[in-house]
């Protein structure tokens, strides 16, 4: 097999317009000059999973505390064996990553702390998930007391007479340190029980596919799952209002959910509509901190503050029950058929093995769960209190004459706000009028803007220079579905490759044919017609309304555990992940066949007409 | 289907015996019970034989071989010629005969046209040591009519009456009495496509897989090796695919309605690289060796077809199962047992888990 590389970094052409763009990210999240041999050295894939579009400067917050907090748990906390954190950089916006092996000879000495550390949780994996649970519920109620109230004109005389001392612009530091720190400590306890819940997962998986050579990764899948998890609670929430509403005769008023205000008080001023909203109140904590996005980005559109998404969502299910389908989920057949599946592979194995696989698989069962559903505490929950603070403060600051508009902030970096925060107080405190910010920001930002919509231009590249010959680190291959045949089919090494044939995972079981869907961003979600295939680079869980909608979901990266590959097997559709280029390669309107149980998307060309000089140069070698 | 005093349909729900329908029949109606769907027929029991035979038919075949010389070839030849014969002419009684027209129209209802037919012998005695020679495995394939159907099932109970078994039995000191006979009358496969599944991976025995070779038209073709066919391997619990390979099948043979007989033809171009099972054929065909190897508790070999003359969701058909024998003769280690490095308990295994990670 020939050998390939992807371009380095330094071969990347920087798209026209983003000239500059290393100087809008921090130093240490852009490749180095003096570290140019020792970079190009590594493999680099891209995560376009987690952040599939640009990232703006205060937006790197969360790949660094997810990825460095990922890390430290591998390297620091677990002393996973054989595996350390993973490195990573930001290249023209996209987020690269490098695993870090752990040297050969270091890995024996690891084994006996790490099973020391996994045993501690193991043993007691419920009370410690619990204690876990409150850390995180009194992180997220820390972050909600923040606030980020104007500067007071002068200082009150309360303070004088209490000897307090201070203008008050300490509370504003102080509130946007601990904003940003508590959102790095719910990060840290983010990775606390996960790297677990994979390796619980990898245990099994790896047990699995030894008794079972070439079992399906679906059915290990399947075999630990959650079928009623948290996670699908927000939707779940959705589909009950739905019902709710139809019971009391509402679903009329739902025909312009664009228009929420006048929407719920049509609700709650026609009869029954009273008890609607009063369980549409009661949904909101914690349940509507639930984004269309990923948690990853400023613009990521939060239920509670955007009750069109919700009520939209509501609108589409009450259709759907007044046409006669059955909106919720069929927990019981899915929960019957996972007994199924279990039973049966364990039937295939003698006393012992079956005692092994039954432990193993108990084991799974229990860590597993934590995969998805920390999703809505960390992702949707503490991210949405997070961005709806930097919000309110990025508000204020417009307000007081720091930007000229709030969404200005996503154009700097965390520690370049709190300068501006210090440039604010120092105008405030001196009686200085405005802040410096006030000239010295706006060309700047608007220079930045103009970057990151030219980087916004090119797709990333898939990965960056040489591929190890065979990709073992087993996070990677779990998370990110960056598999040697993977990395291979990237590179066009794929020797079994069709023409108008995409491969990817077989994530979720099942044939369809129908019309794709192309979604690039959260945005268009509306504009998906019922039946079509969904195509994106990505999908979040949050999208699970769509997901009674369409027919198959197809995407560029993901792995057997991606939010598509999941959400897709918990409603039955066929989905392939981790395709690569779905999402460039396909067009809306293409007609497809998706196998989502051999990891095969076809475009079908009903007459494929070629014309044109491309036509000659297509090899069909 | 109806089933009446001399009549039993496979799928006639009553439960089969021995006695009453031979092994062959009995085996048939277990196997449409169990969900394995055999090609429709029905059975003629045990009642239409005796009936047929004591219309005083049994004391004229009495009278003709009274004081045969079993040493006497020529006279024993000469007995037998007659008394098949006189089985073959003898007007069947006219209720048993409207039974048997009754059945045949039942059956032929389910097809749009009249389709050809199979009769077989059903022996209730397999074990004896004539029974290979008794003419107690005849099969007529091809039958068109109900004349032609009528005649063969009595061209069965003559069988009983070869030379060979008229000897045997003189020789032996079996009487006459107790014989007996039911006769099978089931659809002539018109397959459209067909092969064998085996419910383990032949290549190491993994019975958590399903192996399918398919090729287009009857399954001769697949079991004598004359074409590359179609190889799927599929997991047994989920029947997800876990790999294909998609045979060049350049040959098939299909039946002939001029010759009544099975032709080779070449497949056309457009159909020899293309799987030869929907997906939901595919599944189905897995589902039949999974149910044949929980009937039978052991590992299956079986032999189906994708019958064109059926309805889709009926159309597929159980033409033999058998115990698989090359892997499951060391049953111990058929089932898949753990050695390696993830086998054990505890976290020591989690850690070799880790760190030996599959390519």
């Not at chain 1, 491969?503 to 079509?532: F, N, Y």
């Not at chain 2, 079993?70 to 006279?75: I, L, T």
């Not at chain 2, 989920?238 to 060049?248: K, N, P, Q």
């Not at chain 2, 190897?293 to 597929?316: F, M, R, S, T, V």
Request: net charge negative.
């Amino acid at each position: 097999m020939t050998m390939k590389s992807f371009p380095k970094p330094s071969d990347l052409p920087v798209p026209a317009g983003a000239e500059g763009w290393e100087e809008i990210y921090p130093y240490y999240l852009v490749f180095q000059d003096e570290l140019k041999e020792q970079e190009d050295a590594k493999f680099w894939f891209c995560d376009s999973q987690h952040w599939p579009t640009v990232f703006k400067p205060f937006e790197t917050i969360g790949g660094e505390f997810a990825v460095k907090c990922l890390g430290q748990y591998n390297a620091r906390h677990l002393m996973i064996p054989n595996a350390n954190g993973i490195d990573f950089r930001i290249h023209q916006g996209y987020l690269y990553m490098s695993p870090i092996p752990v040297p050969d000879e270091q890995i024996a000495a690891r084994v006996s702390e790490f099973e020391a550390r996994i045993g501690h949780y193991f043993g007691d994996w419920e009370n410690k998930l619990a204690a876990w649970h409150t850390k995180v519920k009194g992180t997220i109620a820390d972050m909600e007391a923040l606030r980020f109230d104007p500067l007071p004109e002068i200082v009150p005389f309360e303070d004088m007479e209490n000897g307090v001392g201070k203008d008050g612009s300490q509370v504003l530091l102080d509130n946007y340190d601990k904003l940003i720190s508590l959102t790095y400590q719910n990060w840290q306890y983010h990775f606390e029980f996960l790297n677990l819940g994979y390796i619980a997962y990898l245990d099994f998986f790896n047990f699995c596919k030894e008794v079972f050579p070439n079992i399906p990764d679906q059915s290990i899948a399947t075999m630990v799952q959650g079928v009623d998890m948290e996670l699908f609670r927000p939707d779940d929430e959705l589909k009950a209002l739905a019902l709710l509403a139809v019971e009391l005769k509402l679903s009329e008023l739902f025909s312009n959910t664009d228009d929420p205000a006048a929407t719920l008080a049509a609700i709650a001023a026609a009869p029954g509509g009273e008890r609607w909203i009063a369980q549409w109140e009661e949904a909101h904590e914690p349940w509507f901190n639930f984004t269309i996005g990923n948690g990853f980005y400023g613009h990521d559109k939060y239920w509670n503050e955007n009750p069109e998404i919700p009520l939209g969502f509501i609108a589409d299910y009450i259709r759907r029950v007044e046409e006669g389908a059955q909106i919720l989920r069929p927990t019981e057949k899915l929960i019957a058929e996972k007994e199924r599946i279990v039973e049966e592979y364990a039937d295939l194995l003698d006393g012992e093995t079956a005692q092994v696989f039954e432990a193993k698989r108990a084991l799974a069962a229990t860590a597993y769960p934590y995969v998805e559903n920390h999703n809505f505490y960390i992702e949707h929950w503490t991210m949405g209190v997070f961005w709806r603070k930097v919000r309110e403060l990025s508000r204020m600051l417009a307000d007081a004459g720091v930007f000229e508009d709030p969404g200005d902030l996503l154009y700097l970096g965390r520690n370049e706000v709190r300068d501006v925060l210090f440039d604010l107080v120092t105008s405030f405190g001196i009686g200085a009028g405005e802040p410096i910010a006030a000239v010295a920001l706006p060309k700047k930002i608007a220079k930045r803007r103009q970057i990151v919509d030219a980087l916004k231009t090119a797709r990333p590249a898939p990965a960056l220079n040489t591929p190890p010959e065979s990709i073992t680190e087993p996070f990677t291959r779990m998370l990110w579905g960056i598999t040697t045949e993977q990395v291979q089919s990237w590179l066009g090494n794929d020797e079994d490759a069709q023409e108008n044939v995409l491969k990817g995972m077989a994530a979720s079981p099942g044939t369809v044919e129908g019309v794709a869907r192309v979604v690039m961003h959260a945005d268009e979600l509306g504009q998906i017609q019922p039946g079509e295939i969904l195509v994106a680079p990505i999908t979040a869980p949050s999208w699970g309304p769509i997901f009674g909608k369409i027919k198959a979901t197809v995407t560029d990266i993901g792995g057997m555990m991606s939010h598509a590959a999941i959400v897709c097997r918990e409603y039955d559709l066929p989905a392939v992940t981790g395709t690569g280029s779905a999402s460039t390669t396909i067009k809306t309107g293409d007609r497809l066949r998706v196998d989502g149980g051999k990891g095969t998307v076809e475009i079908l060309v009903d007459s494929p007409v070629l014309t044109g000089p491309s036509a000659h140069s297509h090899n069909h070698g | 289907m109806s089933n009446n005093e001399f009549i039993e349909f496979f799928d006639g729900g009553k439960e089969p015996t021995l006695d009453s329908l031979g092994g062959k029949g009995a085996s048939l109606v277990t196997m449409t019970a169990a969900g394995m769907p055999v090609p429709p027929g029905f059975v003629v029991n045990t009642e239409a034989f005796r009936t047929f035979m004591h219309s005083g038919l049994s004391e004229e075949i009495a009278e003709r071989l009274k004081g045969l010389d079993p040493e006497d070839v020529q006279a024993a030849d000469a007995a037998s010629a007659a008394i098949r014969e006189m089985i073959i002419s003898r007007p069947v009684p006219e209720e048993l005969g409207n039974a048997t027209r009754e059945a045949y129209a039942q059956l032929q209802s389910r097809f749009e046209s009249e389709v050809p037919l199979a009769v077989r012998s059903s022996a209730t005695a397999e074990d004896l040591p004539d029974a290979s020679f008794a003419g107690q495995q005849d099969t007529y394939l091809w039958l068109n009519g109900y004349r032609e159907v009528a005649d063969h099932i009595r061209a069965c109970f003559a069988s009983l009456y070869t030379t060979r078994a008229i000897i045997y039995r003189i020789k032996n000191q079996i009487p006459d009495e107790g014989l007996c006979m039911a006769v099978v009358v089931q659809k002539m496969v018109n397959a459209k496509s067909a092969g064998v599944a085996m419910t383990l991976d032949p290549t190491n025995g993994d019975r958590s897989k399903i192996t399918v070779d398919a090729s287009w038209g009857v399954g001769e073709m697949v079991v004598s090796g004359t074409v590359t066919p179609d190889n799927i391997q599929l997991d047994k619990v989920t029947l997800a695919v876990i790999h294909e390979h998609i045979g060049d099948k350049h040959a098939e043979m299909v039946p002939d309605a001029a010759t009544n007989t099975l032709v080779e033809r070449d497949v056309e171009e457009a159909r020899r690289t293309v799987r030869c099972l929907s997906d939901t054929e595919l599944a189905a065909v897995a589902q039949l060796a999974k149910r044949a190897e929980k009937h039978y508790k052991a590992p299956q070999d079986i032999e189906w077809a994708i019958d064109a003359d059926l309805p889709e969701g009926e159309n597929l058909l159980l033409l033999q199962a058998r115990p698989e024998t090359v892997h499951s003769a060391k049953t111990p280690e058929a089932k898949p047992k753990s050695t390696g490095y993830s086998s054990s308990l505890g976290f020591g295994s989690i850690t070799a888990s880790l760190t030996k990670i599959s390519g």
